[in-house]
């Protein structure tokens, strides 16, 4: 059942008015499992891969669970009304698609110990309640090879959303890939500062052309804006989460993919089984939630057969894009030879790699 | 492409949008009616527009719905503002949100298709002058919006026609007197507000980023707001600020990507500063500042 905002508050309101009702019983074997996105679910993007991992959910357990999708949930109190409503009408296992819900679905996780919670690039955990996210950079760390392997200026660049360390690390990992294959390659960043303004990112998209850049990431952007605007301008360009092929047939560098099934999976079967724990979870290749796919035809054999055995290594262990040595953009050390960089220290980057050429703003 | 290139035909592009609303805001408030809904209209126009020219393949019928949909949520508005003589700031508003949820309503089974844009038409001749050369490379729309400002700004100054809707703007009780219909002419000039920031949606959705995406107006309906009333109801200073706006936005971003050392909040929020700032400026002569201001803006007259 898909509910936007409006609908939901009408069924709210049509609740509320029949008080003399009893509360609809909900049959015991039934698992009610509700997943709040902050942005409208569409065909692509970030709520999208979300929605996805909950049709696992449907595709394996049948009629014994049902979920409700409740999207374009703007963050915030109504957020927090929303979710505690659904919670109310017997949902137990709860998805929030956003940061901005933490401290609601924390409050919520501590008066119903009944529910499992899971959220969405956060960092609180309680008993019941476990933050998740993915592993981006690994992903982009193998776009930076093919991006370098395509670009003739040897100038990438990137559209952010805001400059928050999950994003700025994205970038790096991407920068030292390139690097990896050419060590002459700069990158320009451009932050729109929102998360959603598709003709601000058009825009920067334009600007980073104007400049001679030739690949360009679209971190964090839920619309095709551009991609649309690189397949138009001739430049590559590659975004995360769900792939965008289809917006630019010809120009499409490939796709930093997210897969949350087998999360999802896993953490209805500990639900159901009473063995949920909570617990902070940072999905990664290994654990098949962060992949790269929808490769351009354009890249060179060579440099497919180089992306295929680092994309291995990273996914067996043996290799993370953040090991030493590596240089900030003062040209400082950051990272020493041979040191990799721990997950507290890649969960909280706020410096960009050599070669990124636009200065973080602080 | 250059960024000088970049920079003069984007800011042309970017200005469009912004333009067409405030044009229309312009002759709704000269006529002494303000309408804050205007994010709201423009969002409406945005979704009807998208849905209209991805159904039918034709950007003229996506504008044309755009404008009929801007037409009949400013005729809402029209309805509780000068027939109800409700608060013209609180219906404004409320027709506002009102325009932003059908707008997501309308558009949810597109949410995040995309159209071609049309073709851009670059004047012969023009178009090949060194330098200035890409600001006569551009969609149809860009060209008649600023052909639209010419008209407009001749209309209300240069015409009977003007001279009725500031009448009725400055002192609705005397046009009463001789003889003017104030509400139908305020009706009209509320109309044609919708109408515009009807299409000013739809040039959003289907030209400049030719996709639907709920949300996607982002608050441009307040800056053409701002660019009328920092603008002093002149048409001239409204294209001036609107070009600024346009100018000093992509200049951020080229900024930013050219790896100048300023924060991009500071560059982001710069349009918007500057902006204001130098509209404050031009139009800080007081006596031209009380000849400009409507003096019947906002206030319900009692046909």
């Known amino acids: ?188 960043v451009v932050w729109v500062n929102s998360w959603f303004d598709p003709a601000s990112e058009q825009q920067a998209a334009k600007a980073l052309i104007s400049q001679g850049v030739d690949v360009i990431f679209s971190n964090a952007q839920d619309t095709p804006s551009v991609i649309q605007t690189a397949e ?73 057969a180089k992306i295929i055995e680092t994309e291995a290594a990273i996914e067996s262990g043996a290799f993370s894009p953040f090991t030493g040595p590596i240089t900030n953009q003062d040209g400082a050390e950051q990272v020493a030879a041979g040191v990799t960089l721990g997950d507290d220290m890649i969960l909280s980057m706020d410096w960009h790699v050599k070669g990124v050429t636009t200065p973080l703003p602080k | 492409m250059t960024i000088l290139a970049f920079i003069l035909a984007g800011t042309l592009a970017a200005a469009t949008p912004l333009l067409l609303a405030a044009l229309g805001e312009l002759i709704a408030e000269r006529a002494g009616v303000l309408n804050l809904g205007l994010e709201g209209m423009m969002a409406l126009g ?57 707008s997501s309503l309308i558009g949810k089974p597109l949410e995040s298709q995309t159209l071609d844009a049309p073709g851009k038409l670059a004047i012969p001749v023009l178009a090949d002058l060194p330098v200035i050369g890409p600001l006569f490379e551009q969609d149809v729309v860009v060209y008649l919006t600023f052909g639209l400002a010419v008209v407009i700004w001749a209309v209300l100054n240069h015409s009977k026609l003007g001279l009725i809707i500031r009448a009725v703007g400055e002192n609705p ?57 920092f603008g002093t109801w002149a048409a001239g200073r409204i294209v001036f600020g609107a070009l600024l706006f346009g100018a000093l936005s992509l200049g951020g971003l080229i900024a930013q990507a050219a790896g100048v050392a300023l924060p991009s909040q500071l560059l982001a929020s710069l349009p918007y500063a500057v902006t204001i700032v130098m509209l404050a400026v031009i139009s800080s002569n007081r006596r031209r500042m009380r000849l400009n201001t409507v003096a019947s803006l906002g206030q319900p007259f009692a046909g």
């Open chain 1, 1 to 188: 059942m898909s509910l936007n905002r409006r609908t939901f508050l009408k069924s709210t309101l049509a609740a509320s008015t029949a008080l003399a009702l009893p509360v609809p019983a909900f049959a015991d074997d039934v698992l009610n499992v509700a997943l709040i996105v902050p942005s409208p679910a569409a065909d692509v993007g970030w709520s999208h891969t979300l929605e996805l991992g909950t049709k696992a959910l449907e595709a394996k357990y049948g009629d014994k669970v049902k979920v409700t999708l409740l999207e374009n949930i703007a963050e915030g109190p109504d957020a927090d009304r929303i979710m505690n409503k659904t919670a109310a009408d017997g949902t137990t296992f709860l998805i929030l698609g956003s940061f901005g819900y933490m401290e609601g679905g924390l409050k919520l996780a501590k008066s119903r110990p009944d529910m499992s919670i899971l959220h969405a690039s956060g960092y609180k955990t309680a008993p019941n309640f476990s933050p998740f996210g993915a592993r981006y950079y690994q992903g982009t760390y193998l776009m930076g090879m093919a991006a370098a392997a395509l670009t003739k200026s040897k100038k990438l660049g990137c559209v952010g959303a805001f400059a928050i360390p999950e994003l700025i690390t994205s970038i790096n990992a991407f920068t030292l890939g390139a690097q990896s294959v050419d060590p002459a390659i700069e990158v320009s």
């Open chain 1, 232 to 304: 138009e301008a001739g430049v590559y360009a590659f975004n995360l989460n769900s792939s965008m092929k289809t917006y630019a047939p010809t120009k499409y560098l490939g796709v930093v993919g997210t897969d949350w099934a087998p999360y999802f999976l896993q953490s209805v079967e500990a639900h159901l089984a009473g063995t949920f724990a909570g617990a902070s979870a940072w999905l990664s290749m290994a654990e098949k939630c962060v992949f790269v796919t929808d490769w351009n035809p354009d890249i060179p054999a060579d440099i497919v």
């Open chain 2, 46 to 102: 945005a979704a009807v527009g998208f849905v209209v020219a991805y159904t039918t393949h034709s950007h003229v019928l996506g504008f044309a719905a755009a404008s009929v949909a801007g037409i009949a949520l400013s005729l809402v508005f029209a309805t509780l503002a000068l027939g109800f003589m409700a608060n013209q700031v609180a219906a404004g508003l409320a027709i506002g949100v009102l325009g932003l949820g059908l």
């Open chain 2, 173 to 229: 009780h005397a046009a009463r007197a001789i003889g003017f219909r104030v509400l139908r002419i305020r009706l009209a000039a509320v109309a044609f507000g919708g109408a515009m920031a009807g299409m000013a949606g739809a040039y959003a959705s289907t030209i400049y980023t030719p996709l639907w995406a709920d949300g996607m107006i982002a608050g441009r309906g307040w800056i053409a707001v701002a660019l009328v009333v």
